[in-house]
């Protein structure tokens, strides 16, 4: 596959959103970010994604490297510095200053995103009345993003150790995307209480993930199917709308 996916949120993209997205996921004070800790979940979701051949954007690389120089200033022994000197800037300072600075704006967009929705929900005409009125209640996809299903992925390939090389020979028989999408979506809508995440990706071939993969991205963004989490951390399981 030549086009790489890009990895995309609604509102932002970029290493921000997945370092955001992290510090929610584990809980971590922004104002004390633990940088081994921090370094060690975000390489993972990049090894994850280098291992699809997803097209990973040369900023999350910047950021890898940004926390791996943080993570070895930390490291370095602390100078004893006389009381008159100035105080050693925190290594950390910078991007603490830069993740607060990004999380105003991305509340801010998503408070103006509320209003928006909530404003083209009025209307004003006539009344009408209706005969019959269905009750519809929409289900949600949950606040589940691409860096939930990153690192759902990246999970199932540790507990089916799927190491690579997966295939030793290069076949030209791919499947094409459109084609996955159906077969997904045949699938999911057979079961009546969603079908296991793990269970979408069943032949060991690093083409056949990735199709699969992308596929289940494709549904999810034309709102045929969707992704449920119960809570952090536990399996997830794919719906159909």
């Not at 999380?103 to 009408?128: D, M």
């Not at 030793?168 to 996955?180: D, G, M």
Request: some cysteine; glycine content about 2%.
């Amino acid at each position: 596959m030549n086009d790489g996916y890009q990895v995309k949120l609604d509102s932002f993209e970029g290493p921000l959103d997945l370092l955001l997205h992290l510090i929610n996921r584990y809980e971590i004070d922004i104002y004390d970010i633990p940088v081994a800790e921090i370094t060690e979940q975000y390489m993972q979701y990049i090894h994850t994604m280098k291992r699809l051949e997803l097209n990973i954007a040369s900023e999350y690389l910047v950021m890898a490297a940004t926390l791996i120089a943080i993570k070895s200033q930390m490291l370095l022994p602390k100078q004893q510095l006389p009381d008159e000197e100035e105080y050693m800037e925190d290594p950390r300072e910078e991007l603490m200053n830069r993740l607060i600075e990004y999380r105003k704006y991305k509340n801010a967009a998503e408070q103006l995103k509320e209003k928006e929705t909530n404003a083209n929900q009025i209307f004003t005409r006539p009344p009408v009345i209706f005969k019959e009125l269905e009750k519809q209640v929409p289900i949600m996809p949950g606040e589940l993003s691409i860096y939930d299903m990153l690192g759902a992925l990246g999970k199932m390939l540790e507990r089916k150790k799927w190491t690579a090389p997966l295939e030793t020979k290069v076949h030209r028989a791919e499947i094409p995307i459109e084609q996955r999408m159906e077969e997904v979506l045949m699938q999911v809508q057979q079961t009546k209480d969603g079908i296991l995440f793990d269970e979408l990706f069943t032949y060991p071939s690093k083409s056949n993930m990735v199709v699969t993969f992308i596929a289940i991205l494709e549904l999810m963004k034309k709102q045929q199917i969707y992704c449920r989490q119960t809570k952090h951390f536990e399996a997830l399981y794919i719906h159909a709308k």
